[in-house]
């Protein structure tokens, strides 16, 4: 270890071999290892603490880790950390070195593989290391047909139906929790299709006319539009806006956001016949001059047009 002279106190293994340590250095590190050597003061001069079950090489990595200044900063020093990383997590638990702990959750997890996922996650559950579980649990999860041919796995379900449980139970939230995620992405797509749709209907409204609404300079009112129920509610819609006038209408509001996503998406050369469309598009463009940002907004703006995009795509695939 190449430590000085100054040391008062020697760590002892089980086999016998002794390493010098400074007593300063294990009280600011550790609250168990102060504790113990305050129960050592008296009448002990040369004092020792065993440290039995560990390799004698993963108790220098400790000690050494322990003179660090509380951090894994160096490439050296995190192979270290990699390489003993069972024990220096084991050791950090019992004497309640946190950042080394810490360190060697997120060098454990880095390493994973379904190989060693189960041996791991016993460990954690053992050590305390919410982080560290969590991460073997999601290993698991993801390729469990590897993990079910390990020796460990097997070992579970022959001792330890517990553990077992705690694994088939997270398996099955984990795949109720990817069935929700399908679900609200398939809904969200859903949403999207509908507005990029409607986008579609108000340029046809605007432009062409349908039924009884429709630009002033067009041709004598159409029959029935057979495009969607969408086209029909939004002609309910635009009709409703001309004509109200309160304050705070939600109806009025969902129209006001409509032209705003039609300005967002639109492709056209000025003038627009959309209402309000280059108004909207001088905003956007003062918006993105200055600092006002409307993330959501423009996530919003980037699944339409990506949903009309699809959409498009699917109308020449089937004309094909």
């Given at each position: 270890?190449?430590?000085?002279?100054?040391?008062?106190?020697?760590?002892?293994?089980?086999?016998?071999?002794?390493?010098?340590?400074?007593?300063?250095?294990?009280?600011?590190?550790?609250?168990?290892?102060?504790?113990?050597?305050?129960?050592?003061?008296?009448?002990?001069?040369?004092?020792?603490?065993?440290?039995?079950?560990?390799?004698?090489?993963?108790?220098?990595a400790f000690v050494r880790s322990l003179y660090s200044s509380r951090s894994v900063r160096d490439k050296d020093?995190?192979?270290?950390?990699?390489?003993?990383?069972?024990?220096?997590?084991?050791?950090?638990?019992?004497?309640?070195?946190?950042?080394l702990k810490r360190a060697c959750e997120a060098e454990l997890a880095a390493r994973l593989t379904a190989e060693?996922?189960?041996?791991?996650?016993?460990?954690?559950?053992?050590?305390?290391?919410?982080?560290?579980?969590?991460?073997?649990?999601?290993?698991?999860?993801?390729?469990?047909?590897?993990?079910?041919?390990?020796?460990?796995?097997?070992?579970?379900?022959?001792?330890?139906?517990?553990?077992?449980?705690?694994?088939?139970?997270?398996?099955?939230?984990?795949?109720?929790?990817?069935?929700?995620?399908?679900?609200?992405?398939?809904?969200?797509?859903?949403?999207?299709?509908?507005?990029?749709?409607?986008?579609?209907?108000?340029?046809?409204?605007?432009?062409?006319?349908?039924?009884?609404?429709?630009?002033?300079?067009?041709?004598?009112?159409?029959?029935?539009?057979?495009?969607?129920?969408?086209?029909?509610?939004?002609?309910?819609?635009?009709?409703?806006?001309?004509?109200?006038?309160?304050?705070?209408?939600?109806?009025?509001?969902?129209?006001?956001?409509?032209?705003?996503?039609?300005?967002?998406?639109?492709?056209?050369?000025?003038?627009?016949?959309?209402?309000?469309?280059?108004?909207?598009?001088?905003?956007?463009?003062?918006?993105?001059?200055?600092?006002?940002?409307?993330?959501?907004?423009?996530?919003?703006?980037?699944?339409?047009?990506?949903?009309?995009?699809?959409?498009?795509?699917?109308?020449?695939?089937?004309?094909?």
């Open positions: 270890m190449g430590v000085s002279g100054e040391a008062d106190v020697e760590i002892v293994t089980s086999g016998g071999r002794r390493i010098p340590v400074h007593s300063g250095v294990l009280a600011s590190a550790s609250p168990v290892l102060e504790s113990l050597l305050d129960r050592q003061k008296h009448g002990n001069p040369s004092r020792v603490i065993a440290i039995n079950g560990v390799p004698f090489d993963a108790l220098e020093e995190r192979e270290e950390v990699g390489k003993y990383g069972v024990h220096l997590l084991v050791l950090s638990h019992a004497y309640q070195v946190g950042w060693c996922a189960v041996d791991v996650l016993q460990l954690a559950r053992q050590c305390d290391a919410p982080r560290l579980y969590l991460r073997c649990m999601k290993m698991l999860a993801k390729d469990f047909a590897a993990v079910e041919k390990t020796e460990a796995w097997r070992f579970v379900q022959a001792n330890d139906p517990w553990l077992e449980l705690e694994v088939l139970q997270y398996l099955h939230d984990d795949d109720l929790r990817k069935k929700r995620r399908r679900r609200k992405r398939k809904e969200e797509q859903g949403v999207y299709a509908e507005l990029s749709e409607a986008m579609e209907c108000l340029r046809h409204i605007c432009i062409e006319g349908c039924t009884e609404v429709g630009p002033m300079d067009r041709a004598p009112p159409r029959g029935p539009c057979g495009r969607s129920t969408i086209c029909q509610g939004l002609q309910l819609l635009i009709r409703h806006f001309a004509t109200c006038h309160r304050k705070g209408c939600p109806r009025c509001q969902r129209m006001w956001q409509l032209l705003r996503l039609h300005s967002a998406i639109c492709d056209q050369p000025d003038p627009c016949k959309v209402p309000l469309c280059t108004q909207f598009k001088l905003r956007m463009m003062q918006e993105m001059e200055g600092e006002g940002k409307d993330d959501k907004w423009r996530i919003l703006v980037k699944k339409v047009m990506a949903a009309k995009v699809m959409s498009c795509l699917a109308k020449r695939k089937r004309n094909e």
